[in-house]
């Protein structure tokens, strides 16, 4: 039995076992057999082949978001209106079959742009160059999940290579293409709008599995935990948990390449659809609504973009002179001065005496810093070297 069999199995055998206190320690450890097998999945075939294509872009430009959707959501037509790249668009689907990178000019900030192909339903198991795409996905600092408003009732099914679309209402599939797209990308290890569980894991050489809490678990005991680690042959541990986790939590934290990021949710086409559903649409949380053809709420989506990046703009200054506000310096949200002065020259902060800021992080202006100060956007600085 191949490993795909192996994972169909325990998905199915997960999906008809009954959820209750008698069959939580046989439901973590499929969990965790599951979680296994996917990442042997995952890793490279071991047999020589041919090189293929190089699939991914050199990271460039302040930070890198992925668009990613199934197919003729509208990802070329928005990546030809948002950057100066022209990407193919067309009525039929599969027509970006590579990774084509454009860059978003917004705030003195370059954010690079990839326009990936479409998704397919199984693209983790390496349908329709799935895995190429999602492991570009990995690499970006934010995923922008571009759906269809006007599939809501239903959906095309792809299925492999065949690219017929054949509707099936959301009853009869049990998915919406939204869920169907963070099924494909949770199995790889990616997890969109959540954090990082708050849990202590050492493996040590001996002395047995170490298990305490600081909170009251209501998902996980210490018998479960240890059967987990069990499975993945780990006898003697250090275990805290500092947050009431889930099991599938605690196994990520064992698996260690699980990659946390923000995803915001962009529905398409909304000039087709009713004013109502525009509005429910509007209303979830992560989402925005667009429509490329008539150019809608494309400023908004920037705004919301710039939010999830969490980028801060930094003015320089010289002795004697007006600020420069042409060329800012993008940094990360909770940058420090000793950040800033890493920006300009790596020989800086070693040489720095003190800094002088304006802006809305000092409580009068100018105030006389530290390395240690925060910046806030568009504050302006002044460093004094010794």
Not at 40 to 63: N, Y
């Amino acid at each position: 039995m191949g490993i795909l069999e192996k994972i169909s199995e325990i998905e199915k055998e997960i999906a008809r076992t009954q959820k209750n206190k008698a069959t939580e320690y046989h439901l973590g450890l499929l969990k965790a057999k599951l979680a296994k097998y996917r990442a042997q999945l995952l890793e490279p075939s071991k047999s020589a082949s041919s090189k293929g294509e190089g699939f991914d872009v050199m990271k460039s430009g302040d930070a890198r978001v992925a668009l990613i959707g199934f197919p003729s959501v509208g990802k070329s037509t928005f990546l030809s209106l948002m950057t100066s790249t022209a990407s193919e668009a067309a009525s039929y689907e599969f027509t970006t079959l590579t990774c084509i990178p454009g860059v978003i000019e917004y705030k003195g900030a370059n954010i690079q742009l990839l326009d990936l192909p479409g998704i397919i339903e199984g693209a983790a198991q390496g349908k329709g160059r799935g895995r190429q795409v999602i492991a570009v996905a990995r690499t970006a600092d934010v995923v922008i999940m571009m759906l269809d408003a006007t599939k809501g009732e239903g959906l095309p099914l792809l299925h492999g290579s065949c690219s017929a679309c054949l509707w099936a209402p959301v009853k009869a599939m049990g998915a919406l293409p939204r869920s169907l797209l963070e099924k494909e990308l949770e199995s790889v290890g990616i997890r969109l709008n959540k954090h990082k569980p708050n849990i202590y894991f050492k493996p040590k050489k001996g002395g047995g599995i170490s298990f305490n809490s600081t909170v009251t678990l209501t998902q996980c005991s210490e018998k479960l935990v240890q059967l987990i680690l069990h499975e993945y042959k780990i006898f003697n541990a250090e275990v805290l948990f500092r947050e009431d986790c889930s099991p599938d939590e605690f196994i990520d934290v064992i698996v260690g390449n699980r990659v946390y990021m923000p995803c915001l949710y962009v529905y398409n086409k909304i000039d087709q659809i009713s004013m109502e559903e525009v509005d429910r649409l509007a209303r979830k949380p992560n989402s925005v609504v667009i429509s490329c053809g008539m150019k809608l709420n494309l400023d908004y989506l920037l705004e919301m973009l710039w939010e999830y990046l969490a980028l801060t703009c930094i003015y320089t200054k010289k002795r004697g002179q007006r600020p420069d506000f042409t060329d800012a310096i993008i940094l990360r949200r909770g940058a420090s001065v000793e950040h800033v002065c890493h920006r300009i020259h790596r020989s800086l902060a070693s040489q720095f005496k003190y800094a002088l800021v304006w802006g809305t992080s000092t409580k009068y202006s100018p105030q006389r810093v530290g390395l240690t100060h925060t910046m806030e956007h568009e504050d302006v600085i002044q460093i004094v070297k010794k």
